[in-house]
């Protein structure tokens, strides 16, 4: 099973922590890993993933 999140912010307000807390809530639809992907204001795409619960497979300071 996995669990999806998603955000997106009209103000540019940053989302990272708001999708770190929904990934957090749902991680019992799937605990084997977790992973997190957000634009830039040039429009790149950075990506952060790991194995395990998300609180190990994520920094939440690199967010």
């Known amino acids: 099973m996995c669990g999806v999140f998603g955000a997106f912010s009209l103000d540019g ?3 990272l922590e708001d999708v770190y807390l929904g990934l957090y809530a749902l991680q019992h ?3 084997e ?3 997190v992907a957000w634009t830039n204001a040039t429009g790149g ?3 952060r993933k790991g ?3 998300v609180h190990l497979a994520l920094d939440q300071a690199d967010l």
């Open 13 to 15: 307000k940053k989302v």
């Open 29 to 31: 639809r799937g605990q």
């Open 33 to 35: 890993a977790a992973g």
């Open 45 to 47: 795409i950075s990506s």
């Open 51 to 53: 194995n395990g619960l």
